[in-house]
């Protein structure tokens, strides 16, 4: 579904991605980790076309990330950004409904996957009509949630969406995510900072440091066959794991 080849940034003398492969497989999710400043997010931002990489490929469905075809991949592409992204003088269905209008979709279209995206994601409908500041941290990022579902993307990237939550809020998100996951089969790719999370919500866990990817695999792997000592501090580090 994703596919990187030799694939690189670089800020003037700063390389915040080293020549990077990596492929994703179709209807899997996949949690990018590591340190802060690791190159996670260039690397997302990089899939969706907000950087341009400095050298090498990327290609989504076989098609060839560039700035000729950006716009119609990225309507195949759902972004939850950190902290939601949502506009603040826009209603909850307003934000959801946003790209859906600006595509002229037929208002009873748009309406019957509003009131699904309501469904899938546990958001009351009775809330549509509040603005993002009326709303708490775990529905602002349900409405993100549901404004990157909107159009039934192939791909769906998500840059650390549970980051800014308190951890009650946080662990419902994540049950919750997980079943959204389970039920749309989709290509997803998560950014976190969370060991424990990524294992919970990850078939695949791509951990990174200094630009590079250390290790591929999934939390059992990681744990028990860390290929280096940065692995290994890395998720002695992490708290929680002993519940995944």
Request: aromatic content about 4%.
């Amino acid at each position: 579904m994703i596919e990187l080849k030799s694939v690189s940034k670089s800020f003037g003398a700063s390389i915040a991605l080293h020549e990077t492969d990596l492929c994703l497989d179709a209807g899997k999710t996949t949690a990018l980790i590591g340190p802060s400043g690791c190159g996670k997010s260039t690397l997302l931002r990089l899939i969706v076309g907000l950087l341009e990489p400095t050298t090498g490929t990327i290609k989504i469905e076989g098609q060839i990330v560039s700035a000729s075809v950006i716009l119609s991949l990225r309507r195949r592409i759902g972004y939850v950004i950190q902290e939601g992204g949502l506009f603040a003088h826009l209603t909850a269905a307003q934000n959801v409904l946003l790209m859906a209008k600006h595509l002229k979709r037929p208002p009873g279209e748009m309406h019957t996957r509003l009131r699904e995206l309501c469904e899938l994601t546990h958001f009351p409908e009775n809330a549509l009509t509040r603005y993002p500041v009326e709303l708490s941290g775990g529905q602002r990022q349900r409405v993100s949630l549901m404004r990157a579902l909107m159009l039934q993307p192939s791909v769906l990237l998500l840059d650390e969406p549970l980051g800014a939550l308190d951890p009650m809020v946080r662990t419902r998100l994540q049950d919750d995510l997980k079943e959204i996951f389970q039920s749309l089969q989709q290509t997803t790719l998560l950014v976190t900072h969370d060991m424990a999370e990524a294992g919970f919500l990850a078939s695949r866990i791509v951990l990174l440091n200094e630009g590079r990817v250390v290790q591929s695999g999934t939390l059992d792997d990681l744990r028990t066959r860390p290929a280096s000592d940065f692995v290994r501090d890395f998720l002695h580090a992490q708290r929680g794991l002993a519940e995944v």
